[in-house]
């Protein structure tokens, strides 16, 4: 009864239109979706509001504007979600955002926070409508507004990386991500910029991510140096041990201009090849490529003269033994 009754006022709507007073009634019933039975009272499911959404042509998500998507993100939310056709729900919500943000500055300022809510969702069609709408739309926000959803973006491709049942894919998510980055780097507030820190540093433990790392350290240097140091830092210990080459490569050839703890760190991380009884072929393509990427000037210079002299001097113990003594003295005379 209270469907097919429903069916027709959107129908009605529709064609004819509604009083003013009773569209907002209409409306916000849409919402609450509460029938009552008897002596007791119920919610219709979500999934039956989306199913007079896709009937309708009166253009009702629109009229309901930003409360479709906030009841729609809070829908989303549940542990047990109401099931219907996400994609059409996707699309419907992009409508909604769009048409949200070229109406003026009152509405845009009350989108964006639900837009940045939607960056948190566990559907990964509910993450694409949101990076979609924000790089859309990047130029229309505050720097509150671009660093929250910036913040939010990195914070959530953090949690992909431990997060198995993720099906956000990183590879697809990075180019939307590095849009805002690199349009707004220099509006984005410092917990924006320290969650991009987080970030690099994450996906610098990953060999697939590694030169994301680095594109991302990259634009932190553009806005705060001390940012981009700090990334830096953690992969200084790691030269040896684990750092990825692309990771590897950029912090050499950094080094020169860095502060000297930064240098000392990694000159501590290369000393240890000199003390380790095998090699592996991985720490050979490190320790290769730290030596390669290393200007020629810094070699002339603490702490990495101390490094160049130390292993000269491995190297030549090495070779003692296997030439008798007096040879060696015939050579040096």
């Known amino acids: 009864m209270v469907r097919t009754i429903v069916a027709l006022a959107i129908r009605v709507r529709a064609e004819q239109g509604l009083e003013a007073r009773e569209d907002a009634l209409f409306m916000d019933w849409l919402l609450a979706r509460n029938v009552r039975v008897r002596s007791a009272s119920r919610q219709l499911g979500f999934e039956e509001l989306e199913a007079w959404l896709s009937t309708d042509t009166g253009s009702i998500a629109s009229s309901l504007g930003t409360r479709y998507v906030e ?14 056709d996400m994609d059409v729900a996707m699309q419907r919500a992009d409508d909604v955002f769009s048409a949200q943000m070229s109406v003026g500055e009152e509405p845009r300022r009350a989108t964006w926070p639900i837009v940045v809510r939607f960056m948190g969702l566990r559907q990964p069609g509910a993450v694409r409508a949101a990076w979609q709408v924000a790089v859309s739309n990047e130029g229309l926000a505050t720097d509150v507004e671009i660093s929250s959803f910036v913040n939010a973006f990195a914070t959530r491709l953090l949690h992909d990386l431990i997060d198995n049942s993720s099906k956000v894919d990183v590879h697809e998510a990075f180019p939307e991500l590095m849009k805002l980055v690199v349009a707004r780097i220099e509006s984005l507030d410092d917990s924006a910029l320290q969650r991009l820190v987080e970030l690099a540093t994450a996906w610098s433990r990953e060999d697939a991510l590694a030169r994301h790392a680095c594109d991302v350290v990259s634009q932190l240097r553009r806005a705060n140096i001390a940012k981009a140091t700090a990334v830096l830092t ?28 930064l240098k000392v760190a990694a000159t501590n991380a290369v000393n240890t090849i000199l003390n380790i009884g095998s090699v592996n072929d991985a720490m050979a393509s490190r320790y290769s490529a730290f030596v390669r990427r290393l200007s020629s000037s810094s070699w002339d210079n603490a702490p990495f003269k101390g490094h160049l002299d130390s292993a000269l001097s491995n190297l030549v113990a090495s070779l003692i033994p296997k030439y008798p003594m007096q040879s060696l003295s015939i050579g040096i005379t």
């Open 234 to 261: 953690t992969w200084a210990p790691r030269v040896i041990s684990d750092l990825p080459l692309p990771c590897l490569e950029m912090l050499t050839e950094l080094l020169p201009g860095e502060d000297d703890s």
């Open 71 to 84: 009841a729609l993100a809070g829908e989303l939310e549940k542990d047990e979600p109401a099931t219907f």
